[in-house]
């Protein structure tokens, strides 16, 4: 039962339902994530969590772009499962649909200063490359937030979402498991320190401000005006 209500409610308020209320608009970026130990052990989202987020907190560990059509709503993100990918809400939700048939937590934020039509377009462009598990900056492969500092541009064609040194390490300064297997692997070393983005740090930018109260398992949008 909570699980359908929540599906319901996010379609809902997605959607549209009344002239007063809030609804997504083109360009509001959706964050995913989950509280510290909701996560899967072993997982990249643990790894993500683990050198990004606070524990007891939310940790954001995935940001999408919505486009918002007149008769329906797709997703720009880049996963490792599609690369740089645009398909429905639905495959969306379907994709970060958790093992015991519940959601994870959304945040959805809207960036101000911005084209948010032509960031989306931007988007669009980006579409077929591959995600970029080396997190390496200025390579044709994109990660999840690198998509997004990518497309936000200002009125003088900057990136809004500045770099920063990259942070993999857990908070008692270990480097996680998942991380050390991932770069061995990939036959080079984990790039501690080199520019870069992640979502939880993107999430609390100035240039962002909420359209959402965010729930367990609910998307619950707050009015557009």
Request: negative net charge; hydrophobic residues 40%.
């Amino acid at each position: 039962m909570k699980q359908i209500l929540s599906l319901f409610i996010i379609l809902l308020v997605a959607f549209g339902c009344g002239q007063n209320q809030g609804r997504l608009r083109n360009g509001d970026l959706i964050f995913v994530g989950r509280t510290s130990g909701e996560t899967e052990t072993g997982s990249m989202d643990e790894a993500i969590s683990s050198a990004t987020g606070e524990k007891g907190a939310l940790n954001l560990t995935h940001v999408a772009i919505a486009e918002v059509k007149a008769d329906s709503i797709w997703i720009i993100d880049a996963t490792a499962a599609r690369g740089v990918d645009r398909h429905p809400l639905d495959t969306f939700l379907r994709d970060f649909k958790l093992p015991d048939g519940s959601y994870p937590e959304f945040v959805v934020k809207r960036v101000r200063g911005v084209d948010a039509d032509a960031a989306v377009e931007r988007a669009k462009t980006f579409c077929g490359r591959a995600y970029d598990v080396r997190f390496l900056p200025d390579n044709e492969e994109l990660y999840c937030s690198e998509l997004v500092q990518m497309c936000y541009l200002d009125a003088d064609g900057k990136r809004v979402f500045e770099s920063e040194p990259m942070n993999f390490k857990a908070p008692d300064g270990s480097m996680p498991p998942y991380w050390e297997k991932l770069f061995e692997e990939l036959g080079m070393e984990v790039p501690q320190g080199l520019p870069g983005t992640n979502p939880q740090k993107m999430c609390s930018a100035e240039w962002l401000f909420d359209v959402s109260s965010v729930l367990k398992n609910v998307i619950i949008f707050a009015l557009a005006h």
